[in-house]
């Protein structure tokens, strides 16, 4: 808590409001005590402006492009780290030693397995269930079949090891989901595999036709999950806390996160943008009609994996996304008509006064899906890969906002009621 103080005045009386600042000099007014001392709420819909805790997690700056994770820049750890690293890295604030590093893996070998029983479940959505309603089903049962991973008291050794767990059990149903759906037989973990080149193979491999894992894709996929592994108090994180927050466990929390993530205003993005591209190609690249759509204010249509919440400049993840997207399709040999596409609306909307004024530049999801495509993985998984990445971000926030005794108050935010105040009630036989 800062010394400062602002001052509010309402109806000529001034309350003073105390101003908490973060580590990077970011201010906040605390209001807390508002509505008790002045009879005011705030308004804020959509929390444009609204912060719902502290926290040591994620650092951004939306108008420098900057995203660290516990003060690491993500252009280091996407670099440097394989994904199980940063997932270690948030949960517990430091990257893993050698040795914790091998304890987590060896825990993430040890259950990778879902129980047998689960994989009957998936016989019984209908056919071209959503991969994501799927997912969060599967995730909301863990806490039926492994109800000691959502104990306060977790006799398997704590929050690092339900992270293990729980990251290598949803690999392997996200996997065993995409088996299903295409009718294939089922392919269990390798434990000599690392956690992408696992799912990888998990997803690919065949008895009539082995998958090789190349190791290009394994790079690509390590660094796609680690830039999308936490994003601060974004709409699924914000379930997550929300939800959590009323004193349910880790599983139907993160279930929650799941649908929350599924919108096409939010992780869906990535799949709404290549059926975006597909669309624009098959329409023989007629680019103004689509821009000219998402800038007409009477249609809903908006250009997908365009604009941000918080960035106002170009989205970090994006320019490490973009450079990936480059070097899988080079390397793969990958010729991708929709790369072209993506390229050449990025480069129109650049130099579109409409996108440039609103700060409008490519996001997370604008060039991941073709890197998903390279590697093999349909469109209806896309959001689940974000799923995957996003994991270890809502675990993370979701102890943090357990462990800290303000945060994990109810979340309950107020409203300006604005119908009818008060009427007399008439019977079923008066009302005509
Ligand atoms: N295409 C066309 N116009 C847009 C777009 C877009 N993609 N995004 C925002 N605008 C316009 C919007 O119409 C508004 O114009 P005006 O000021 O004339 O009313 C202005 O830009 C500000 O938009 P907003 O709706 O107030 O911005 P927001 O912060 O509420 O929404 C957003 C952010 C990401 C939901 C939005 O930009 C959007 O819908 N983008 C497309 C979907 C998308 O790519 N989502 C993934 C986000 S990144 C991954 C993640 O975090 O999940």
Known sequence: MSQQKAQLTIEGKVYDLPIIEGTAGEKALDIRSLMRDTGYITFDSGYMNTGSCESCITYLDGDKGILRYRGYDIADLAENCVFIEVAYLLLTGELPTKAELDQFKYDMTRYALIHEDMIHFFDHFPPNSSPMSILSTMVATMHDFYPEMDLEEDPYGGLTTT??????????????????????????????????????????DRPNMPYTVEPVAVIALNKLL??????????????????GSAGVGLYPS??????????????????????????????????????????DPNNPYRLSGFGHRVYKTYDPRAKLIKEVCTAVLETLNVKDPLLEVAQELEYRVSNDDYFVSRNLYPNVDFYSGIIYRALGIPTNMFTVMFALGRLPGWIAQWQEMNSSKDSSRIGRPRQVYQGVVSRPFSKIEDRG
């Not at 088996?179 to 193979?201: E, M, Q, T, W």
């Not at 680690?226 to 939800?243: K, P, W, Y």
């Not at 919108?263 to 869906?268: E, I, Q, S």
């Open 163 to 204: 992270t293990a767990r729980l990251l290598s059990k949803i690999r392997t149903t996200a996997a065993f989901s995409y088996k299903k759906n295409i009718g294939h037989p089922l392919v269990y973990p390798r434990p000599d595999l690392s956690y992408c080149a696992n799912f990888l193979n998990m997803m690919f």
């Open 254 to 295: 993160i279930s929650a996160g799941i649908h929350a993530l599924w919108g096409p205003a939010h992780g869906g993005a990535n799949a709404a943008v290549m059926l975006m591209l597909e669309r624009i190609y098959r329409d023989g690249k007629n680019y103004d009609k689509y821009i000219a759509m998402a800038k």
């Open 226 to 243: 680690i830039l999308h592994a936490d994003h601060e108090q974004n709409c699924s994180t914000s379930t997550v806390r929300l939800v």
